[in-house]
Nanobody
């Protein structure tokens, strides 16, 4: 059974940084693509960044140049480094793999 646990969210001022982590179990980590999504209040969940099993990375236009997705296969953990945060980045951030969602971690960016 795949389990995903996000951590690292919190309150940060605009311009600040946070690093989110997604600890995975129940999957062969390096053989599966993974992704970060976010959902802001009253908005649809949207894809933020994805990393394919082969390492190909993609980002939403809104976060390009500010966010970096990475993974540590030895630790079964995926990361999202978020820099130059903006109030519009405020959302619950979720990781996803093999059709499974984590419960999310809240990021709040104050202006």
């Amino acid at each position: 059974q795949v389990q995903l646990v996000e951590s690292g969210g919190g309150l940060v001022q605009a311009g600040g940084s946070l690093r989110l982590s997604c600890a995975a179990s129940g999957i062969i980590f390096g053989l599966n693509g993974m992704a970060w999504y976010r959902q802001a209040p009253e908005k649809q969940r949207e894809l933020v960044a994805a990393i394919a099993s082969g390492g190909t990375i993609s980002y939403a236009d809104s976060v390009k140049g500010r966010f970096t997705i990475s993974r540590d296969n030895a630790k079964n953990t995926m990361y999202l480094q978020m820099n130059s945060l903006k109030p519009e980045d405020t959302a619950v951030y979720y990781c996803r793999a093999m059709g499974t969602w984590g419960k999310g971690t809240l990021v709040t960016v104050s202006s």
